[in-house]
């Protein structure tokens, strides 16, 4: 079992949660695990990603060589695609359609969701809307955690047990929202798998 | 023992906490930050009263390490690569004078500057100052090395220096701790004049230093951290150094590598070992991220004997990070590659926070210079340097910490009047005092702007040794009284804050002119802290 994750989304998205998370239910399955973050300068509303290993064997580098990655999970769209040259080419991109505007160059909308169709396989979904829906529009990371939840190889339960342990300290309501929000993505996955 | 998943930077510093450190210093720098910091949150620091407070700058945390180490106990200095420039002196003497209690210094680098103005290597300082240095390859190493640094450290009376590169620094994994160590007692060094630099003591010392190089040599021979693995195919030799082991190993799943491979981790080089691949190899290929310290030394200036291949001859790219991709171009392997990044992408900088006080700051100076040519606006490293930026385009250079005041003092010597410097008020007390001094003894027709925003934004907001002196300090330097102003960076005091600026200007002496207003991001921190705490049950 390998999976090699791209991580991508702006400066305080929350894509270091989805990493505890997966990272959380990695290692409670016994799985190695490496994982790179960007620190620092991006943080100011740049664009920021992290490379996740997860493998039953020991893994060597922290990064993940261009052409190998599994999937690309992003809370952008945008950032989705900075990222494709990593992608292999049976790999998955899960992607938020929700734009993160802050630069005056941002492309067209329309061009953009062009170039996501374009992809061999993807999941794209409103991660802020679901959120809303549910009532906590903090939680789009985790709906894009949960559109992701079917490709990660790894045990639904384990990723619900992970956000219990992430969220223990923000109390009962928090962690019941988190995992209705990672249920109401993958099933925004699963529904699109079957149609 | 228990596994624990650790940043590099937090693997080091688990590993001096359990190696029996008594006190961290440091001044915070990607990608070096987190050691500190995990110090200073830990529970087990506390308990132990280990000394975490941040410094000054990275030369005032060398000495008081050096100041701890000579009374005996374990100590670590943590900064990033350019800080050790900074450090440069003590760092460089604290070879002649040895160490007494345990002494590490984590040199952080930044290959790719992720976040840094060079990426400079430190093993060229750790050479320079004739010090043993490890260069681990993995979070696991980067824990055993602080054990087995200390009992270097205090076995051959040396500080050692700790290299890692900010991939290893930020970077996640599986580490297993060691049983924990007690901390030394206070126990003065045996000769008393050990640390008393005075030519002829230190004639002495030097010699001493020098010596030591071949057993430091020894050392390296027989480190568990060097290591020579046999491969059939001898029309390769590979060294590589510290994580770029990794990227070698990511290009054969097996991990059977054909090649004789020769890993290094701990330096002097091993040069028994060196000599082995040498003998037994048609060709060497170094793998090292960084400058090409070890390829240098091999090939020698006239690059006569073995060819040797690396970044000098462009087998691996001159500058930048290394990745696993570049070690298979390098190896002959093909190079893989996913889809193209289609032609709409574009940058997305980091900028100011909508709200910093910064960016008030930035409008009204803007505004009063509009008025004269551009160009004399001399800035420095923090958050503000994002001024450089549009829509600003507010500053004229960035160099290195405290080079704002200086510089402008340089220019308005030139005839560039007025001149303007523009810094931070934790870069200030790094290392801006100075150079007002200077200005001030000189009566140069400067104004400088101390952009008080409480903290040390730029590293993720950490506690600025200037708070609440900065006015204070600008007097006992000789700062005019009338010539200091506090102003309010908002929009209201716009028209107010541009008429004083616009007098400061004029006046042909130095005027400090400090804009007071708290980082969005720290009040923010402060607030959800202060809200958790209201909440948590008495
Ligand atoms: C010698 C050196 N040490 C540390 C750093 C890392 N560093 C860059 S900016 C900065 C802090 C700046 O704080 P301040 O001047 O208060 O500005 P702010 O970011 O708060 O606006 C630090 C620690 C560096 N670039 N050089
Ligand atoms: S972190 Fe603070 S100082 Fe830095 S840009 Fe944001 S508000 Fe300004």
Redesign the pocket.
């Given at each position: 079992m390998k999976r090699d994750i791209i991580l991508a989304g702006v400066g305080g998205q929350g894509i270091i949660s989805i990493a505890a998370i997966i990272g959380t239910a990695a290692i409670d399955q016994g799985l190695h695990l490496k994982q790179s973050e960007v620190h620092g300068m991006s943080q100011?509303g740049g664009d920021v990603q992290s490379n996740l290993r997860i493998s039953d064997k020991m893994i060597a580098s922290d990064l993940i060589p261009y052409g190998k990655a599994d999937l690309i999970i992003s809370v952008e769209p945008l950032e989705a695609l900075r990222y494709l040259p990593y992608l292999s080419s049976d790999g998955w991109v899960i992607t938020s359609t929700k734009p993160f505007l802050n630069i005056p160059d941002y492309p067209d909308m329309e061009k953009l969701m062009d170039e996501i169709r374009k992809l061999p396989h993807y999941v794209a979904l409103d991660a802020d809307e679901i959120a809303k829906e549910i009532g906590t529009a903090k939680a789009a990371n985790i709906v894009i955690l949960g559109a992701s939840s079917p490709f990660l190889e790894m045990q639904y339960e384990k990723l619900e047990d992970a956000i219990r342990f992430i969220f223990k300290r923000k109390g009962d309501e928090v962690i019941s929202k988190n995992l209705e929000a990672l249920k109401a993505g993958r099933e925004f996955t699963q529904k699109q798998m079957h149609s | 023992m228990q596994r624990l998943l650790l940043l590099g930077d937090e693997a080091i510093a688990q590993g001096a906490l359990d190696a029996g450190l008594s006190g961290i210093y440091a001044y915070p720098g990607t990608p070096s930050t987190e050691i500190t910091e995990f110090v200073q949150n830990s529970k087990q620091a506390r308990q132990d009263h280990i000394h975490s407070t941040w410094s000054a700058n990275e030369k005032t945390a060398m000495e008081t390490a050096l100041g701890m180490s000579y009374a005996g106990k374990r100590t670590m200095v943590c900064m990033k690569h350019v800080g050790l420039n900074v450090a440069a002196d003590p760092f460089v003497n604290s070879a002649i004078t040895g160490a007494n209690g345990g002494l590490i210094i984590v040199a952080a680098d930044d290959p790719s500057m992720h976040s840094s103005q060079n990426e400079q290597d430190s093993r060229f300082f750790g050479k320079f100052a004739m010090v043993p240095i490890l260069e681990p390859v993995d979070q696991q190493e980067a824990y055993d090395m602080v054990h087995y640094g200390y009992d270097f450290s205090e076995q051959h009376k040396i500080p050692v220096l700790l290299r890692i590169t900010t991939r290893l620094a930020h970077s996640r994994a599986g580490v297993k701790r060691k049983d924990p160590r007690k901390q030394n007692d206070l126990k003065l060094p045996e000769d008393l004049r050990q640390f008393v630099l005075l030519p002829a003591i230190a004639r002495k010392r030097y010699r001493n230093l020098l010596k030591a190089q071949e057993l430091f040599i020894q050392e390296s021979e027989t480190s568990s951290f060097n290591k020579y693995m046999d491969g059939p195919d001898k029309s390769l030799g590979i060294i590589v150094c510290g994580i770029a082991y990794n990227y070698l190993l990511e290009n054969y799943p097996d991990r059977n590598v054909p090649y004789p491979v020769l890993k290094i981790g701990q330096y002097p080089l091993p040069v028994k070992m060196i000599e082995r691949m040498y003998s037994d190899c048609k060709e060497i290929l170094v793998l090292e991220d960084g400058y090409p310290v070890v390829e240098e030394s091999l090939k020698g200036l006239l690059g006569k004997g073995l060819k040797v291949k690396g970044r000098l001859d462009g087998t691996v790219p001159r500058d930048g990070e290394l990745n696993p991709n570049i070690v298979a171009v390098a190896l002959g392997m093909e190079d893989t590659f996913g889809l193209p990044v289609p032609s709409i992408m574009v940058n997305r900088p980091p900028s100011?926070?909508s709200?910093?006080?910064?960016i008030d700051s930035f409008k009204a100076l803007n505004e009063v210079l509009a008025l004269l040519p551009k160009g004399r606006v001399f800035s420095d490293i923090?958050?503000?340097t994002?001024g450089a930026l549009k829509p600003y385009e507010a500053i004229n250079s960035c160099v290195d910490m405290g080079a704002s005041i200086t510089m402008a003092k340089g220019a308005a010597d030139a005839g560039l009047i007025p001149s303007v410097a523009v810094i931070g008020d934790s870069t200030f007390t790094h290392s801006g005092m100075t150079g007002l001094l200077d200005a001030v003894n000189d009566k140069s027709p400067v104004t400088i702007f101390i952009l008080d925003?409480g903290?040390t934004?730029?590293t993720g907001?950490q506690d600025s040794p200037a708070f609440g002196k900065i006015e204070a300090i600008c007097k006992g330097m000789g700062v005019e009284e009338g010539h200091i102003h506090v102003l309010r960076p908002l929009k209201k005091f716009h028209e107010e804050n541009v008429r004083i600026i616009n007098e400061e200007l004029i006046y042909p002496g130095v005027s400090v002119i400090i804009p007071r207003r708290e980082?969005?991001?720290?009040i923010d921190k402060r607030m959800r802290d202060k809200f958790k705490n209201a909440e948590a049950p008495v």
């Open positions: 100011r | 100011l926070c709200g910093c006080p910064h923090g958050c503000y994002l925003n903290t934004a730029m907001g980082c969005i991001v720290t």
